[in-house]
Nanobody
Framework: QLQLVESGGGLVRPGGSLRLSCAASGSGVQNYMLAWFRQAPGKEREGVSCIDSAIHVVNYGAAVKGRFTTSRDNAKNIIYLQMNDLKPEDTAVYYC????????????????????????WGQGTQVTVSS
């Protein structure tokens, strides 16, 4: 089991940028798939990105592809979510998650890790995009 702590959320104007960080601690962090999910008020939690442990392949949700970038620093056990060109619809609580045996769901518009395969979660950080 990992402990995950997100940081970097805040209020930003449309078109602006933010970078979120997630610090992971526990045994064998390097063996875990790490991911970002988000949940807006009244909506289901959705996948933003997930990054594997070995070769750092990243999958992005269709809503953020081309605007968000996820990277991973295995030496520091941190993953980042660089969010550019933010839109009001990006307003949500953003969560970091970790799992070891993670499946992927492939559709016509995206390949995303399956949320049910992530047992470990951070407390979330609020991102608000508003003028």
């Amino acid at each position: 089991q990992l402990q995950l702590v997100e940081s970097g959320g805040g209020l930003v104007r449309p078109g602006g940028s933010l970078r979120l960080s997630c610090a992971a601690s526990g045994s064998g962090v390097q063996n875990y798939m790490l991911a970002w999910f988000r949940q807006a008020p009244g909506k289901e939690r959705e996948g933003v990105s997930c990054i594997d442990s070995a070769i750092h392949v990243v999958n992005y949700g269709a809503a953020v592809k081309g605007r968000f970038t996820t990277s991973r620093d295995n030496a520091k056990n941190i993953i980042y979510l660089q969010m550019n060109d933010l839109k009001p619809e990006d307003t949500a609580v953003y969560y970091c998650a970790a799992g070891r045996n993670v499946r992927q769901r492939i559709t016509n518009i995206e390949t995303m890790c399956i949320i049910d395969d992530f047992p470990d979660w951070g407390q979330g950080t609020q991102v608000t995009v508003s003028s």
